[in-house]
Nanobody
Framework: QVQLVESGGGLVQAGGSLRLSCAAS????????MAWYRQAVGKQRELVAA??????NYADSVKGRFTISRDNVQNTVYLQMDSLKPEDTAVYYC????????????????WGQGTQVTVSS
């Protein structure tokens, strides 16, 4: 199995910064993609940023403020969040598309437990 452990959430004032981390561990053959999603109260979960070997993509609402990066050796993905706004308040979830040692030819989705980000105005 594969586990994703997130850290770095918290409370910050508008205009501030936070850095989220997500470390993947377990029976990993290859991580094909890593991403951050978020879910605000009363809203659907949405993609914030994703990173693959082909590059990165961002939700329009965070372009220019958030940066996703990845350490392939540590199997860790980061989300640097700058110029935070109250509307960024949500639970942030890490996602990874992983081919496991047991089934190398198929990619499975794994999720972290979520970390709360609260931005005060």
């Amino acid at each position: 199995q594969v586990q994703l452990v997130e850290s770095g959430g918290g409370l910050v004032q508008a205009g501030g910064s936070l850095r989220l981390s997500c470390a993947a561990s377990g029976s990993i053959f290859r991580i094909n993609s890593m991403a951050w999603y978020r879910q605000a109260v009363g809203k659907q979960r949405e993609l914030v940023a994703a990173i693959t070997s082909g590059g990165t993509n961002y939700a329009d609402s965070v372009k220019g403020r958030f940066t996703i990066s990845r350490d392939n050796v540590q199997n860790t993905v980061y989300l640097q969040m700058d110029s935070l706004k109250p509307e960024d308040t949500a639970v942030y979830y890490c996602n990874a598309g992983v081919a496991t040692m047991r089934i190398k030819y198929q990619t499975f989705d794994y999720w972290g437990q979520g970390t709360q980000v609260t931005v005060s105005s």
